[in-house]
């Protein structure tokens, strides 16, 4: 049986080589290994916060997710979005603390994005403590299935006045889910098999935080 994604990534390696597709678009970066940092500051203290604002002791953060989190989703990734009424389109995703001097003390750790890497604007922001499921692949979001037009392929924004065809591989939803009762769920396309994983990881981890299965440091 072939490694899980998960094995290979606690070997400190993604595979990044993928099957292309004709007339599908494909993304691909090199693989490379991944070092095997301890937990920043940072990471420690999101996990913390979103342990207490759970009612629940901090947990003890595994290695898999120490790499994905340290050198990968820390810097923030370029994924496509999906929305109902228009193509998908790129946004640049972080897990961070708001300023409390802009959004208040109770902003806390949250998922967000920006329009681009270069922009100081956050157009959206999740608080990460909402964070309640990590869900492989866009089976059964509305967004994800308009665009489908034949298995395995999604219709993209396009270029040139052209359709511009994309592989609907590494795709995430995040379900958020508010103490008011409240849901929303948000399905991302992610542009390598690298960032994929590694994001797949950190918020299934974070969505997880509180579980009777997960130890506490």
């Known amino acids: 049986m072939p490694p899980s994604d998960e094995d290979q990534l606690r070997k400190s390696t993604f595979d990044t080589q993928g099957h292309s597709r004709p007339d599908v678009t494909s993304f691909s970066t090199p693989s490379q290994p991944f070092s095997q940092p301890s937990p920043s500051s940072l990471l420690l203290a999101l996990v913390k916060d979103v342990a207490l604002r759970r009612g629940v002791c901090s947990p003890a ?4 997710v120490v790499i994905a989190f340290e050198n990968c989703v820390r810097r923030g990734t370029p994924m496509l979005k999906f929305v109902l009424h228009d193509a998908p389109h790129e946004r640049f995703f972080m897990i961070k603390f708001l300023d409390p001097k802009v959004y208040g003390a109770e902003a806390g750790p949250v998922l967000c994005w920006y329009t681009n890497a270069r922009s100081s604007t956050v157009r959206r922001y999740l608080p990460l403590a909402n964070l309640i499921a990590a869900i492989d692949g866009g089976d059964g979001h509305p967004a994800v299935e308009k665009r489908m037009v034949r298995p395995g392929v999604i219709k993209g924004a396009a270029f040139n006045l052209k359709a511009n065809y994309l592989g609907a591989d590494h795709i ?15 399905a991302v396309k992610l542009l390598c098999k690298k960032s994929y994983v590694a994001w797949r990881i950190v918020t299934e981890f974070f969505s997880k935080t509180g579980s009777v299965l997960m130890p506490s440091m």
């Open 172 to 186: 995430l939803q995040w379900h958020f889910s508010s103490p008011a009762g409240e849901e929303e769920l948000l």
């Open 61 to 64: 953060i595994p290695p898999e």
